[in-house]
């Protein structure tokens, strides 16, 4: 079955309660009934099609081609800040409400960044769509019982694909395990725990795990984005740690479990062919520093083979490129650039460690003032000199940012980046300036070496998964559950791929916690799970005024000898949006509140909205 196999059926839904009819769309040859479809092979594979509607484009697939949960975090601010009706704009000076919230309804045309947009109802949506193949496939007329098995595996990771995201942005949502009625007692309708979603997730992700059609990986292009078991062991671990998260676990401890699910997801997955992408295999592009591996690893798409040269993917998206070579690369005052785009922030920049494996903040306490000015360097590092900032720093930085006298190859010709101050590069703090980065910073993560308007590489999609995550998910579940040995051989294990120190075996486990959320942050910046993270380690009660209220930029002066200085800004004068304990979660849209919580006499709306 390819998944371009054009579909034949849309089921027409917004929201929990509007998701309950059965109307579908007309076909060539007229009106089809649901036995019409399930009494036709090439239907029913059309109808599994559908399920998988609506997965998300990520990266800069936003309105505005904006990677707007990467703008929306402290690892990233957008040029797009003064953009009076853009995504971002509306996030950063907090114009949104449980009505109209951009983050959740923004929906663009551009590179198909609709799929980028309502998530409430698109996902539910797409949940129906699942559990309706489900209860009728078992009856239907397919062209095998192995095409049978290997179908009723994927609507079941597609579904737990849709609940886990659901959980991401919204938290409680209710477990909805068969189609809905119209005549069905909404009464009873509620919000279930993230650990009763997890655990249905779970219950999902095992009935895919148990059928022996369902590959552990995509070996051929036509098959491009169809579940795996890869994919059902990494949402059932990833659903897991998310339950016992701080923001989601409801005082219960479920990290014990956590550490569980993610050990036997991690050893599931490698041994059945999934390691770290260990050896760069284009040297002439990504040179051979410590990070190349890592640095190709994110701008390649993974190949389709039975021995792949990328067995880290876990999932890959397997539309359009990322589209950013002319925005989110340099991008500033370049020839053939449509913007600058988003920047990494001096708050990421400053998470990269030192080479010999010593942070450069105190990870307790990373600045001594609100606003970031006052860096808290963390005392034992004698190598990190303030006067030499990017000197000797973890290989990944060199990966993920570009920086002042960083030397390109644009247009076949080689520039040197001037951040300085009256240099071509300089940030600027003009909000009608799009062509310039507010941080003194650029993106190079994602973005392929040499790509510019005369060599227009693109040849990146969106990874959802891939293993690193997955062993730092376990790293992180481990140090909570206080089993630290494995918690740093895990995290070692990343950390090695670009020839980083081990973490030191006499960190409290508190110190542990921290550097594993941090090792995330550094190995898996842009990829949209800072956004994430931050929240589900916040208490319920909590807020991101410690890391999102003020983020800050390098001012590099030249000076007469030809050396620089280095002071810190901060990008606004006034505090970003988006940091309120509101924040923490999206609301639920508020006509589908409106509807539900006369229904159930239950709250449904989300703190704060």
């Known amino acids: 079955m390819k998944l371009k196999y054009k579909f034949l059926i849309i089921l027409m839904s917004a929201g929990i309660l509007s998701s309950c009819s059965d109307v579908l769309n ?13 009494s036709d092979p090439d239907r029913v594979e059309a109808l599994l099609n559908t399920c998988y509607n609506n997965i998300p484009t990520k990266g800069y697939h936003y309105r505005f081609f904006e990677p707007a949960i990467v703008s929306a975090s402290d690892d990233g601010w ?34 198909g960044g609709a799929a ?20 009728n496939i078992e009856t239907a007329a397919v062209k095998s019982d192995a095409l049978r098995a290997r179908m009723t595996a994927e609507a079941h990771v597609l579904r737990a694909f849709f609940y886990m995201e659901l959980i991401k942005w919204f938290g409680k949502v209710p477990v909805i395990e068969k189609t809905v009625a119209f005549d069905a007692d909404f009464s009873l309708f509620e919000r279930a725990s993230v650990y009763d979603v997890a655990k249905f997730i779970a219950q999902d992700c095992d009935a895919a795990l148990a059928v022996g059609e369902l590959p552990w ?37 479920h990290w014990e479990e956590a550490y569980q699910t ?39 798409e993974a190949d389709y083979s039975a021995s792949p040269r990328d067995k880290e993917t876990i999932y890959q998206h397997n539309q359009g490129g990322l589209f950013i070579w002319h925005i989110g690369y340099i991008g500033s005052n370049m020839a053939n650039t449509y913007k600058v785009g988003t920047c990494p922030t001096q708050e990421l920049v400053d998470a990269f460690e030192t080479t010999d494996g010593q942070p450069v903040l105190n990870l307790e306490q990373p600045y001594l003032d609100e606003r970031h000015l006052q860096p808290n360097y963390y005392a034992p590092n004698t190598t990190y000199k303030p006067d030499d900032p990017y000197k000797n720093r973890d290989p990944r930085l060199y990966a993920t940012a570009y920086m002042n006298e960083d030397i390109i190859i644009w247009d076949n010709e080689a520039v040197t980046i001037e951040a300085y101050v009256g240099g071509k590069h300089a940030p600027s703090f003009d909000q009608n300036n799009r062509s310039s980065s507010r941080t003194g910073y650029f993106q190079r993560k994602m973005t392929t070496p040499r790509a510019s308007g005369n060599n227009q590489i693109n040849n990146a999609r969106w990874k959802f998964y891939r293993l690193a995550e997955l062993i730092l998910d376990y790293a992180e579940a481990a140090a909570e ?21 081990p973490l030191p075996v006499d960190l409290s486990k508190e110190q542990l916690i921290l550097r ?83 229904l159930t006499n239950k709250t449904w709306q989300n703190p704060g909205w």
């Open 26 to 38: 007309v076909a060539p040859d007229g009106t089809l009934t649901m036995e019409e479809i399930f």
């Open 78 to 111: 957008t040029s797009e800040d003064g953009t009076d009706g853009n995504l971002i704009f509306d996030v950063y000076k907090d114009n949104v409400s449980a009505s109209n919230h951009a983050m959740r309804d923004y929906e663009s045309s551009d590179v």
């Open 116 to 135: 980028n947009s309502a998530y409430w109802s698109r996902y539910f949506t797409q949940i129906r769509l699942c559990s309706q193949f489900l209860e």
């Open 217 to 253: 990986r995509i070996t051929v292009q036509s098959e491009s984005l169809r579940a795996t078991k890869a994919l059902a062991w990494t949402l059932k671990s990833t659903a897991i740690l998310y339950a016992a998260s701080p923001l989601h676990n409801e005082g219960e401890n």
């Open 262 to 300: 993610c050990k036997q997801a991690v050893t599931a997955l490698k041994s059945n062919g999934y390691e770290l992408f260990t050896t760069c295999t284009n040297t002439t592009l990504f040179g051979d520093y410590g990070a190349a591996s890592f640095h190709q690893l994110a701008c390649q």
């Open 481 to 501: 559950a206080g089993h630290a040995d494995e918690a740093r051989t895990a995290a070692n294990e990343v950390r090695a791929r670009v020839n980083m120190p």
């Open 516 to 598: 594993i959320h941090n090792e995330r942050r550094v190995e898996l910046a842009w990829e949209e799970q800072r956004y994430f993270d931050l929240r589900r380690w916040q208490s319920p009660n909590g807020d991101l005024g410690e890391t999102c209220k003020w983020l800050t930029a390098m001012i590099i002066t030249k000076e007469s000898d030809g050396g620089f200085s280095y002071s810190r800004q901060n990008i606004w004068t006034t505090p970003r949006g988006g940091w309120q304990n509101r924040s923490l979660l999206l609301p639920i849209p508020l006509a589908e509140v409106s509807r539900l919580e006369p």
